[in-house]
């Protein structure tokens, strides 16, 4: 159990173009996503918390208007790069929070992850 | 406030011989531990994690960590390294107090495994 899915695995647009990216959790559902990006050869930066049914909260220095945020339902989140620019390029992943542990005493906040979106702009 | 410190960034290990990753960190309040592994071009996949039980927690593939609160480590350990033991090793704290369950990364420890 705790699958979660990326669609696509990788995605090339020329710039100024917007892209969607999908997370979906496969097997439980998700009232909490993150999305995340990685640039080559370095660790993981929070970009923003996702929550069903509610705006997303940015972390500091991410342009909200730039990357929408979209949690519609407690398996979806879409993240979309509104007129990408080459500097956007990156690998952006999701993760997803089991509601199953809600509520436990022993709850560990477990993310389970995406596989990842590599996102090129030309 | 909280971080992680991974004192590696690469580790290079013979095949057989054990294994060590080390992770510090600094947490205000009760922490939970996780470390992840993450091969090239993939996602993270979580091999073990803390949760305030044992302190000595087994996780996939042979690997385990143990959580000594008075040197705030958390070091990774296996003891016969494999060649497919060879990507990226994250090391992650979560204040289990922030309703926020943000995850804060390390930088990431390289593992190379020589044949």
């Known amino acids: 159990g705790a699958v979660v899915s990326q669609h696509p695995s990788r995605v090339i647009c020329k710039s100024g173009t917007s892209v969607k990216i999908e997370c979906r959790s496969l097997?439980?559902?998700?009232?909490?996503m993150f999305w995340y990006r990685q640039f080559p050869k370095q660790s993981l930066m929070l970009m923003a918390t996702?929550?069903?049914?509610?705006?997303?909260?940015?972390e500091q220095g991410v342009e909200k208007d730039k990357f929408l945020i979209n949690h519609a339902s407690l398996t979806l989140s879409t993240l979309t790069v509104t007129s990408a620019h080459p500097e956007d390029s990156s690998f952006y992943i999701c993760s997803a929070r089991d509601n199953r542990l809600a509520g436990q005493i022993s709850s560990t906040d477990t993310q389970y992850f995406g596989p990842g979106t590599r996102l090129t702009v030309l | 406030a909280q971080s992680v410190t991974q004192l590696d960034s690469h580790v290079s290990v013979s095949e057989g011989t054990p294994v060590l990753l080390r992770c510090n960190y600094s947490s205000s309040y009760s922490p939970s531990l996780f470390w992840y592994v993450q091969h090239p071009n993939k996602g993270l996949q979580l091999l073990l994690k803390?949760?305030?039980?044992?302190?000595l927690v087994k996780g996939i593939n042979g690997f385990e960590a143990e959580f000594k609160k008075s040197e705030t480590s958390f070091h990774l350990t296996k003891p016969s390294a494999h060649m497919s033991d060879a990507a990226e090793y994250f090391c992650v704290v979560s204040d289990r107090g922030d309703s926020s369950y943000k995850l804060i990364f390390g930088s990431g420890t390289r593992l190379l495994v020589r044949p």
């Open positions: 996702s929550n069903e049914g509610s705006k997303a909260t940015y």
């Open positions: 097997d439980f559902q998700a009232t909490t």
């Open positions: 803390y949760t305030s039980a044992a302190t």
